[in-house]
């Protein structure tokens, strides 16, 4: 096999494997805590920031979502109270989403279970150098794709 080959068959076991393992953590994550994943994702992030709140751009860029699609997302989770828009703390000008004490209580409830299923899913079937691999491999992918949206050159 060439080695242009192996590079090929890697990218579809990536592609098709990661895929596989995302529909399954969904399903597992509505089915035990109904949330899913775009929704555990937003509360996390929120969770990390300063002062738990982020302009929605710094949101969506973090989050790999159109802004539109964060956009609806933050209004689902706004009517479940889980996440408030206030005006920019920043400049005013912007909005920030904002962690609310529900979300964060339903984060608390939905991370011990989400490791869970990602130790499982995931870390379970790994070795110590396989999980070094793979942050040294996608560690330095998601900083250039980050680089790139900032850069906008993840817009087609």
């Known amino acids: 096999m060439s080695e ?41 992030v929120l969770s990390e920031a300063e002062s738990s709140r982020m302009r929605m751009g710094d ?27 206030e005006p920019s703390t920043a400049d005013g000008r912007g909005t920030d989403a904002v962690l609310t004490d ?6 608390r409830r939905t991370r011990p279970v989400h490791a869970r299923h990602i130790d499982e899913l995931f870390l379970a079937g790994l070795d110590a150098a396989q999980v070094e691999m793979l942050d040294a491999v996608f560690g ?17």
């Open 102 to 107: 529900a979300g964060r209580s339903r984060l």
């Open 140 to 156: 330095p992918l998601r900083a250039r794709m980050l680089d790139r949206a900032d850069d906008g050159a993840g817009e087609p």
């Open 59 to 85: 949101l969506a860029r973090a989050l790999a979502f159109a802004p539109g699609r964060l956009t609806y997302r933050v209004a689902a989770l706004e009517r479940e109270g889980l996440v408030a828009r």
């Open 4 to 44: 242009r080959d192996r590079a090929l068959r890697a990218w579809r076991a990536y592609f098709e494997g990661s895929r596989l393992l995302e529909n399954e953590l969904e399903r597992r994550m509505k089915a035990s805590c109904g949330i899913d994943l775009g929704d555990y994702n937003v509360l996390l």
